[in-house]
C-alpha cells in the first residue's frame, strides 16, 4: 500500500500571506511512461465534500483560484497558496492514484486564520 | 454539469448490512472511461476510499474491505449502490459517493453531498 504523510497537521496563516501543505508518499508516484505524478488535492470545508484542487500535481482544476498551485514529484509535493483569504479555512487532503487497487489520502492538514 | 445524491438509511443495526444508492444526474453514467466510487470519512477524521465501479461491470475494491463489500450499478436507472455487511460501529461515518476519470486520471470529482450513516442498536 502507498502511505501517505502531510505536514503541518494545522497552519495558521495571516491573511494575505502565503501557506504551505507538503505531503510525502511511502513510494514513487510517478509514472516514467508518461513522466506524470498521480496525486491529486483537494479542499474540505466543515460540512462539505472535498472539492478537486489540483490533480497531475500541478494542474488545477478549472474554477479554482490561480492563488493555488502544486509542485513536486516522486514521493514530495507541495501545495502552496499564494495570499491567504479567509475562504480558505478548510482541511486540505493530498491523494494518491498511482494504483487502482488502492487510492489512498493523506490526513489532511487544517488551515486557519492566525 | 453532473450532480451526485447519496441516499440510504441513516441508522444501521451493528451485524447487518448497510446499503446506500447514488444517483447521477446532469449526465450519462455510461459516458466515457469514468468509475464510479464510494468513499468514506468518520467523524473528524480522514478519508477511506470504498471501492469503484465501471458500466462494464469491472470493480475495485479497498483490499481492507474486500470481504464486506459489493459495489453495483444499474444505468437505467443511472444510480449505482453499495452494500456493506456485518457493519459495527467503526462504520459509523459519512459516505460519499464520488467519480473517477478513469484510464484519464483516477481524482475525485464531483462527488455528492454525503451520507452519514451510523451503526447502532
Known amino acids: 500500500d502507498i502511505v501517505m504523510t502531510q505536514s503541518p497537521e494545522s497552519l495558521g496563516v495571516s491573511l494575505g500571506e502565503r501557506a504551505t501543505i507538503n505531503c510525502k508518499s511511502s513510494?514513487?508516484?510517478?509514472?516514467?511512461?508518461?513522466?506524470?505524478?498521480?496525486l491529486a488535492w483537494y479542499q474540505q470545508k466543515p460540512g462539505q465534500p472535498p472539492k478537486l484542487l489540483i490533480y497531475?500535481?500541478?494542474t488545477r482544476e478549472s474554477g479554482v483560484p490561480d492563488r493555488f498551485s502544486g509542485s513536486g514529484s516522486g514521493t514530495d509535493f507541495t501545495l502552496t497558496i499564494s495570499s491567504l483569504q479567509a475562504e480558505d479555512v478548510a482541511v486540505y487532503y493530498c491523494q494518491q492514484y498511482y494504483t487502482t487497487q488502492l487510492f489512498t489520502f493523506g490526513p489532511g492538514t487544517k488551515v486557519d486564520i492566525k | 454539469q453532473v450532480q451526485l445524491q447519496e441516499s440510504g438509511p441513516g441508522l444501521v443495526q451493528p451485524s447487518q448490512t448497510l446499503s446506500l444508492t447514488c444517483t447521477v444526474s446532469g449526465g450519462s453514467i455510461s459516458s466515457g472511461s469514468y468509475y464510479w466510487s464510494w468513499i468514506r470519512q468518520p467523524a473528524g477524521l480522514g478519508l477511506e476510499w470504498i471501492g469503484r465501479i465501471h458500466t462494464s461491470g469491472d470493480t475495485n475494491y479497498n483490499p481492507s474491505l474486500k470481504s464486506r463489500v459489493t459495489i453495483s450499478i444499474d444505468t437505467s436507472k443511472s444510480q449505482f449502490s453499495l452494500k456493506l455487511s456485518s457493519v459495527s460501529a467503526a462504520d459509523t461515518a459519512v459516505y460519499y459517493c464520488?467519480?473517477?476519470?478513469?484510464?484519464?486520471?483516477?481524482?475525485?470529482?464531483?462527488w455528492g453531498q454525503g451520507t452519514l450513516v451510523t451503526v447502532s442498536s
Open positions: 497531475w500535481a500541478s
Open positions: 513510494q514513487s508516484v510517478l509514472y516514467s511512461s508518461n513522466n506524470k505524478n498521480y
Open positions: 464520488a467519480r473517477d476519470q478513469g484510464s484519464s486520471g483516477r481524482w475525485f470529482g464531483p
